[in-house]
């Protein structure tokens, strides 16, 4: 008889969740020289979800969302999308299975114009009218960049570059988003512009991972999320229930 014929336990330890699950993180690490940066966590994000991570400096938000895109190499753990293991797969075939990540920074050219930055996130994809019509929508989404198509991105504001990384990220049609600090450094006005965008993109049926110092924010477009502290997940739970965590709230919420 085989394995899978035994009746699963009544506990749910080890036994496949139920859901829908895009991304499932099993018991990650990271080390950098003798720095546990990433200490063992889990987390999941199901399709269509959005998810904030969201923890203070040094937290290993961006260590944890660099080991997913492949950039760094975990220690341990098992990283499972669309239900196969990325331990052995490289980064640059991690995007082209759908994972983008819109680093810290932004990282857009800044020497090439708008439009370019977006060419350069459709460079996997050959369907050439698709590409097209994907720009158009980036267009759409982002009306300052239609306006500004052949302006070169270095000369952009910082809001504007976000929106620059964000677009190229979604010319590459990922299947799975992670924006890290979107937020970072733009004033108030720009990070509402930048949140109500994101909203829209999940609204679409994008799967997102979110990792954000403006946990407030974060927690408000995620419908759940992660808290994370020296390198471990302290806390998780929908966002409502994170937003009136006392928890949350003394750590980061100023409440
Ligand atoms: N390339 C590296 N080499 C050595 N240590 C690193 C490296 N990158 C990050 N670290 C360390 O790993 C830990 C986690 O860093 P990470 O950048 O993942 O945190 P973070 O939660 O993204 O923080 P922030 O909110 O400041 O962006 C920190 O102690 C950091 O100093
Ligand atoms: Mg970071």
Request: hydrophobic letters at 45%; glycine letters at 12%; proline letters at 4%.
């Amino acid at each position: 008889m085989s394995e899978s014929k035994i009746p699963a336990p009544p506990s749910s330890a080890g036994a496949p969740r139920a859901g829908n699950p895009l991304l499932e993180v099993r018991d990650l690490q990271v080390v950098y020289g003798g720095i546990r940066a990433v200490k063992g966590i889990d987390l999941h994000i199901d399709r269509g979800e959005l998810v904030a991570l969201i923890g203070s400096n040094g937290a290993g938000k961006t260590t944890t969302l660099k080991a997913l895109a492949g950039l760094v190499h975990p220690a341990g753990g098992q990283i499972r999308y669309e239900g196969g293991e990325l331990h052995s797969i490289a980064a640059h075939r991690r995007a082209a299975m759908g994972i983008a990540l819109v680093p810290e920074g932004r990282g857009v050219f800044a020497r090439m114009t708008i439009a370019e930055n977006l060419l350069m996130g459709a460079y996997s994809r050959s369907d050439k009218i698709e590409i097209a019509t994907d720009l158009d929508r980036m267009y759409a989404l982002f009306p300052r960049l239609a306006e500004r198509k052949y302006q070169l991105a270095g000369t952009l504001s910082g809001g504007e570059q976000q929106m620059v990384a964000m677009a190229r990220a979604l010319m590459s049609r990922p299947r799975l988003l992670m924006l890290d600090e979107p937020s970072m450094g733009l004033a108030p006005l720009m990070v509402q512009k930048i949140f109500a965008t994101i909203r829209d993109i999940a609204a679409l049926g994008m799967s997102i991972l979110l990792v954000e110092q403006n946990a407030r924010l974060a927690l408000q477009v995620a419908q759940r999320g992660y808290v994370m502290e020296s390198g471990a997940i302290t806390l998780s739970g929908s966002a409502t229930e994170l937003l009136g965590s006392d928890a949350v709230q003394r750590a980061y919420l100023g409440g």
